[in-house]
Nanobody, 123 residues
Framework: VQLQASGGGLVQPGGSLRLSCEASGVTPDDGAIGWFRQVLGKEREGISCISNDGVTTHYADSVKGRFTISKDNVSKTVFLQMNNLKPEDTAVYYC?????????????????WGQGTLVTVSS
């Protein structure tokens, strides 16, 4: 599987952005796609995850209630709708394919990462 992330940009505080992570190739039925973000000099943070069947989701406390993860099974694209963005959401955002939902935030040798997309929240 390969992942292509897109949708980052510059937005004012309180604004919205939608990130996309398009998967190509074979994706395992019981796998998952997660979104992570990283600020320069800090560890990469897992913020949301969705199972490949689109049924199960999880959010980190830092984004719960503001971000929504969803999946289009036809295009195999995972979206991250980000609302009420704050300056502290500024980061490079990455998507990752995992072989299982419970491994979404854990590093494994089977992980596949998309390239990052920069989100900047600033007035």
């Amino acid at each position: 599987v390969q992942l292509q992330a897109s949708g980052g940009g510059l937005v004012q505080p309180g604004g919205s952005l939608r990130l996309s992570c398009e998967a190509s190739g074979v994706t395992p039925d019981d796998g998952a796609i997660g979104w992570f973000r990283q600020v320069l000099g800090k560890e990469r943070e897992g913020i949301s995850c969705i199972s490949n069947d689109g049924v199960t989701t999880h959010y980190a406390d830092s984004v719960k209630g503001r971000f929504t993860i969803s999946k289009d099974n036809v295009s195999k694209t995972v979206f991250l709708q980000m609302n009420n963005l704050k300056p502290e959401d500024t980061a490079v955002y990455y998507c990752k394919a995992s072989v299982a939902f419970f491994l979404c935030y854990s590093p494994t040798q089977s992980d596949v990462w998309g390239q990052g997309t920069l989100v900047t929240v600033s007035s």
